[in-house]
């Protein structure tokens, strides 16, 4: 497979396009972004961890029977994907209150809600990605109302998957965000990456944060934290 022209630069990875129009590869970025990019850094071998924790993630998912954009890992900073075009809405899932839903509603974060939320957040950075609901979606013309049903039920099925694989490696899956992306054929599929950039991840028995909150929140041990969930998933793998 051969790397050709860089087809897209974001916060944290690069896209080039191969000699294959349908595949792509994924580079992983050592950059460090937060608060809609106001605050960056550059954190060393931050992006070989992502690619690790992402390549293992999607691997239990297409194992559980969830259509992903994944291929393999082709290093220690890419990966082969299918190519899609990313559907510009940001699918947040939330089994426990944290981050800005215990800001915005002012409640306690660590709060386990009785019932599993679910946010869209349109991917526009000039507007701040706003929150949206099923409507706007639709009015925007992002997806039908068909595709937000199969989506909302993928995304139960990711997060039950997910939930149950890190309560293995004695993780709790606070909270995670998703993008999908629609193949040359019109199927949507999950998109773009799972780890702890993306996911928040604490400890079950300290409450420790194992997750890009250490970069938010200027708690240190950032390497440290990511090389712990990625320990854990690679001992679980190995089990199998």
Request: hydrophobic fraction near 40%.
């Amino acid at each position: 497979m051969k790397q050709l022209e860089l087809l897209y630069e974001g916060k944290a990875k690069q896209v080039y396009a191969t000699d294959d129009s349908e595949r792509i590869i994924v580079r992983f970025k050592d950059t460090a972004t937060a608060y809609n990019n106001l605050k960056k850094a550059v954190i060393a071998n931050k992006g070989l961890l992502n690619n690790d924790i992402s390549a293992m993630l999607y691997r239990h998912l297409e194992a559980a029977g969830i259509c992903t954009h994944f291929i393999e890992k082709l290093n220690e900073r890419d990966q082969l994907c299918r190519r899609v075009s990313i559907i510009p809405i940001e699918v947040i899932v939330r089994n426990i209150v944290a981050g800005t839903m215990a800001q915005r509603l002012g409640m306690e974060e660590g709060t386990r809600p009785s019932n599993t939320i679910i946010d869209l957040c349109y991917k526009r950075d000039d507007l701040g990605d706003p929150l949206i609901n099923d409507d706007h979606a639709v009015a925007l013309g992002l997806v039908t109302y068909g595709e937000l049903k199969g989506i909302y039920a993928t995304t139960r099925r990711i997060n039950e998957a997910l939930t149950a694989l890190f309560d293995r490696v004695g993780i709790t899956l606070v909270d995670f965000k998703i993008e999908y992306g629609r193949t040359s054929g019109g199927g949507i599929i999950l998109a773009d990456e799972l780890s702890p950039d993306t996911c928040r991840l604490w400890d079950k028995q300290t409450g420790e944060k194992l997750d890009k909150d250490r970069f938010r929140r200027d708690l240190g041990k950032i390497i440290e934290a990511y090389g712990e969930i990625d320990r854990r998933l690679k001992r679980l793998e190995e089990e199998f």
